[in-house]
């Protein structure tokens, strides 16, 4: 059947211009936790977002529930090789959250309630590209994939996508987290394969 064949072979190509370098395509969601999975009540969440100034801002459950709501689709790609695309979830923009917090820095370092930490340059989470997200493909986001809300920064590796995520702290300076100062690449872009610092 000549007819098929290009279309599905077509289809593929256009897959795989979306898979980075070294990575595999998978339907699953692997849980990939460096610790216990944290069981963390909506009564007991804030989230907060703290300036380089001391400035701070702090948002509990029913509050961070009634700001504007987005509807991200993202491919997402974890270091460990597999990646997956047209993801959905549902959560806030990081724009929204700092809208009224009066910032200069260059860094930001994610935190979480599990004590798990990670960095990026503060122009990577600004401009649509970075959410807090409490829903996954029309669900609760599920206790072992960050519930309930991570941290959704699609355009670098899944590690930087931190799970049970507290707060958002920024930075005059650039502070490594939790993998990056284990070896892992402190920027991390998978088109890039920047999966290790160099040396590794
Ligand atoms: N708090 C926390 N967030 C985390 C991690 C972690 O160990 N603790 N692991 C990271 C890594 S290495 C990856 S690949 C993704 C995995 O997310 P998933 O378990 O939902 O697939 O979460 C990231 N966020
Ligand atoms: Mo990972």
Not at 173 to 193: I, M
Request: proline share 7%; aromatic share 14%; glycine share 8%.
């Amino acid at each position: 059947m000549s007819g098929l064949t290009p279309g599905f072979r077509g289809h593929r190509r256009i897959e795989s211009d979306r898979v980075p370098p070294g990575q595999y395509l998978t339907e699953d969601f692997p849980v990939l936790s460096a610790g216990p999975t944290p069981s963390i009540g909506t009564d007991d969440w804030t989230f907060t977002v703290v300036a380089e100034t001391g400035e701070r801002h702090v948002w509990d459950w029913r509050q961070f529930a009634a700001l504007p709501q987005e509807t991200p689709t993202a491919d997402i790609h974890c270091v460990t090789r597999w990646s997956k695309l047209d993801t959905t979830w549902k959560g806030v923009s990081i724009d929204t959250l700092l809208a009224e917090v009066d910032t200069t820095a260059d860094f930001a370092v994610v935190h979480t309630f599990d004590g798990y930490t990670t960095n990026m340059p503060f122009a990577d989470i600004t401009d649509g590209q970075a959410w807090v997200v409490t829903e996954y493909e029309g669900e609760p986001l599920a206790a072992e994939h960050g519930g309930p809300a991570r941290f959704l920064l699609p355009h670098l590796y899944f590690w930087k996508s931190a799970k049970w995520v507290s707060a958002i702290t920024l930075h005059d300076e650039d502070n490594p987290g939790f993998w990056e100062r284990a070896g892992y690449h402190d920027y991390g872009d998978p088109w890039l394969e920047q999966r290790y610092q160099s040396g590794w």
